[in-house]
Nanobody, 125 residues
Framework: VQLQASGGGLVQAGDSLRLSCALSGSTFRSYHMGWFRQAPGKEREFVAAIRTNAGSTAYADSVKGRFTISRDNARNTVYLQMHSLNSEDTAVYYC???????????????????WGQGTLVTVSS
């Protein structure tokens, strides 16, 4: 399984950005997907997750109402639409895939088996 994240860049505070993550090498719809991020000097943290049928999503409190996770099983891609970006959102964003993710562990990095290389989002104030 390979995950390729894209869409990061340098934006101004208040701007929007959409990240994409394409999965290859396996059946995308079999995987629950998550986004995590790691800011400089900080630990990796959960951002958002979506289960295989898109029926369940979860968000970190810090992004709830601003970020939306979605998936397109036909395109083998998961998206993270980000609005109202601020400097606290500056980080490397990683997508992750897991086949054993359940509601109780969706926010835990250890629940995911495969990780993308990360895409850098920099928000200037």
């Amino acid at each position: 399984v390979q995950l390729q994240a894209s869409g990061g860049g340098l934006v101004q505070a208040g701007d929007s950005l959409r990240l994409s993550c394409a999965l290859s090498g396996s059946t995308f719809r079999s995987y629950h997907m998550g986004w995590f991020r790691q800011a400089p000097g900080k630990e990796r943290e959960f951002v958002a997750a979506i289960r295989t049928n898109a029926g369940s999503t979860a968000y970190a409190d810090s992004v709830k109402g601003r970020f939306t996770i979605s998936r397109d099983n036909a395109r083998n891609t998961v998206y993270l639409q980000m609005h109202s970006l601020n400097s606290e959102d500056t980080a490397v964003y990683y997508c992750a895939a897991g086949s054993r993710v359940i509601l109780s562990n969706m926010r835990s990095a250890s629940a995911y088996d495969y990780w993308g290389q990360g895409t850098l989002v920099t928000v200037s104030s």
